[in-house]
């Protein structure tokens, strides 16, 4: 039995299973042109996988947030820019149906029957005012970092206004992204998931319905947990940002273990120096086997947390703060092992095995974005536990 086999995921029974070969095809093109084969996004948007997080009201699988992760893993595992941009699209369409609402209850199904894409880009440097014009809003500016945009249907954007008051307020409204008026700007040269497509959108003097827009709430995390706070269904009174870090650690375990089966499949083949087989390399093997076990306990730390999760999901029971910051903590400690693990993979490899033909620069790329992420970044998470620990007030926004 091979080894690393052992610490792959199962593709068995997987949503994402009869595409994986296609998106493993495309992956080198994809991270060279920076951007996801066309076939590929269609073969996504026509299988389950686009609807995952979608609940059965409105039209959606309602899969597990266990089971989404485990269909992430899988894709990140051939291919990190197909897997971030797919996770993207889910955490972000909770995010629309916890936020826009059940008042539009009819949009939100739509976008799910129709199969569309959805992208929330809200990065540093975006900026958008709002006039408020008869029964519309008048959008203009740039918002930034919208990831899989350029193969996406919707957007939603946080604009400024005045309220009735005249003081300062924020909005945000899902618009088409073929509207007249809005214009994708590939400005996206990461150097991780380069095909992830977190690029600029602009909007000039784009109209949207007024009964779209929704006042946005920096707590809204807290306000969708309290049983006044409509939703469609309970499990949007999970924050997407907790859900997007588990699923953020699912992906890190996927890649690390294909980037393990890989290391252990040239070391099982490979001469060292005086041609001593690297397999009997003491340190190959001590590598190696470390790797494998910071990746098994990575996963474990990420599927427990999804395990709590759903287990509230199903129980109807809104997360308290505690149960938030466990779903980081479970994140951080994952992504922290994962980051051990390619760091032991890469002794393995050498000079050798990073100057020769194979998959590990890229994943090591890919992985940097993952444990840097804004939700998932231990500075910040870290952070936000001790505070919780010491009882020091809760500054999140």
Known sequence: MDLAAAYLPSRDGLCCEPLLPRIAE?????????????????????????????SRSLGGVEATVRAIGDELEAIAGVC???????????????????????DARDLLAGIVRDREWVTYPNGAGS?????????????????????????????????SHPDEDGA?????????????????????????????????????????PVELARRFYPDYARRACEPEFAVVDHRYREDWAELGALWLAAQATGLASAALA????????????????????????????EAAALIAAARAAWTTGCAE???????????????????LGYTTAALKLCDEAMHS????????????????????????????????????????????LLGVEDERA
């Not at 709002?130 to 954007?157: C, H, M, P, Q």
């Not at 890989?262 to 190696?288: T, Y």
């Not at 999760?309 to 779903?327: E, G, H, K, N």
């Open 26 to 54: 495309q992956a080198r093109q994809a991270d060279a042109t920076r951007s996801v084969d066309a076939g590929v996004i269609a073969g996504i948007k026509a299988s389950d996988l686009i609807r995952l997080s979608a």
């Open 80 to 102: 990190g820019s197909t897997a971030w941009c797919l996770w993207n699209h889910l955490c972000v369409f909770h995010y629309y149906c916890t936020t826009v609402g059940p």
């Open 127 to 159: 900026g958008v005012t709002g006039v408020r014009d008869a029964n519309s809003w008048v959008l203009d500016g740039k918002i930034t970092f919208a990831s899989g945009a350029r193969y996406g249907e919707w957007t939603l954007v946080m604009f």
């Open 168 to 208: 300062p307020a924020l909005s945000h409204t899902p618009v088409r992204l073929d509207t007249p008026g809005v214009r994708i700007d590939p400005t996206w040269d990461g150097a991780a998931v380069r095909a992830s497509a977190t690029d600029d959108v602009y909007v000039d003097r784009v109209r949207t």
């Open 262 to 289: 890989e290391a252990a499949g040239q070391a099982s083949s490979r001469k060292a120096i005086f041609g001593v087989p690297m397999a009997k390399r003491p340190g190959v093997q001590m590598n190696l086997g």
């Open 309 to 327: 999760t759903d287990a509230r999901i199903a129980a109807a029971c809104p997360p308290s703060v505690a149960d938030q910051l466990r779903q």
């Open 345 to 388: 993979i890469l002794r393995v490899l050498g000079g050798n095995g990073l100057r020769e033909s194979g998959t590990f620069e890229r994943r090591w790329r890919d992985f940097q974005a993952m444990w840097l992420h804004i939700i998932a970044h231990p500075d910040r998470v870290n952070e936000l536990t001790g505070r919780y």
